[in-house]
């Protein structure tokens, strides 16, 4: 059993452990509720503008439109990869390199040995493991966290949506966690461009009679744009919402933990306290004793 003072310098170790483990747990839930709240309000608009879109892409064939669903044979494919910039928030970050490393290797493994597979990571922490696993970064956005906006969500958009229409790639995915609720996130896969247009089924039912000025293909050719920003920036606050919930998770665990520990470290001092104090009465017992004969 270790000696008092080892015991007394670890218990005061956990302790100041599980204080900073239980004020990032309550920052990361008054940030949970502030992100959650953002991504509650996207959600409805985001999935109406796509509905809105596949109701009118239907039976629509334009220059316009064609340039963003067009399919072609993929020789460059670009990778976005959303991940946090600080860490303590479990296998948050882990998770989306692991599913990224996965889909390479198995489907683009010939592109990436050829570096036609580039990968362009928003966060730090996925920027690190996937360099400590000896993939290339090609580019990096990591600031944008800082003060998460539209306008932020919206530049980077553009510059995706340009170098996939100059022809610079032909795949774009996103990769992120989806928010679900503050202990889960799913880690999400997404075709970002080409542009992904699901026939909608039971056309006929769904169909809404839209009045349209100044017509059908000017209006969706304006759209596409639009919901590509759209789609970006939910998918920046849907990583930004999952990040939180799973750091409050994490710290709340951790927090639990530091408090089972303290309580082991406790009664492990009070055993070796009595310890000491018993052989020292008998000490004082067995001098006495000494003195007496």
């Known amino acids: 059993m270790a000696n008092l003072k080892e015991i007394r310098t670890r218990l005061a170790s956990v302790k ?3 204080q900073i483990t239980s004020a990032m747990k309550m920052v990361s839930a008054a940030k949970l509720r502030k992100s959650q709240d953002a991504i509650i309000q996207m959600r409805p608009y985001a999935n109406a503008l796509q509905q809105i879109f596949k109701n009118l892409s239907q039976n629509v064939e334009s220059p316009g439109i064609d340039l963003y669903k067009n399919t072609r044979e993929v020789h460059r494919a670009l990778f976005v990869v959303i991940t946090s910039n600080k860490g ?4 948050f970050n882990s998770n989306i390199t692991k599913k990224l490393i996965a889909d390479i290797n198995e489907e683009f493994a010939l592109l990436n040995s050829a570096g036609n ?3 362009f990571c928003i966060g730090k922490k996925g920027a690190e493991l996937l360099q400590s696993k000896g993939f290339k970064i090609n580019h990096s956005k990591h600031e944008i966290f800082d003060n998460l906006t539209y306008k932020s969500a919206r530049d980077i958009a553009i510059g995706l949506i340009d170098k996939y229409l100059k022809g610079e790639y032909d795949l774009i995915r996103l990769y992120y966690n989806n928010f679900k609720n503050a202990g889960t996130q799913v880690v999400t896969c997404e075709q970002y461009l080409p542009f992904p247009i699901e026939p909608v089924k039971n056309y006929e ?4 009679d839209y009045i349209l000025e100044p ?16 789609q970006f920036y939910k998918a920046l606050l849907e990583s930004n919402a999952s990040e939180h919930g799973a750091r409050m998770t994490a710290m709340h665990k951790a927090t639990d933990n530091a408090t089972e520990l303290i ?4 009664l492990d001092y009070n055993k070796a306290r009595q310890a000491s104090i018993t052989n020292e ?3 004082i017992v067995g001098g006495a004793e000494a003195l007496k004969g």
């Open 117 to 119: 597979a580039e990968i």
């Open 88 to 91: 303590l928030c479990g296998a």
């Open 205 to 208: 039912q769904e169909y809404l």
């Open 16 to 18: 100041t452990t599980r």
């Open 281 to 283: 009465i008998l000490e």
């Open 263 to 266: 309580k082991t470290l406790q």
């Open 215 to 230: 017509s059908k293909e000017e209006i969706i050719t304006d759209l596409i744009p639009k919901s590509l920003k759209i």
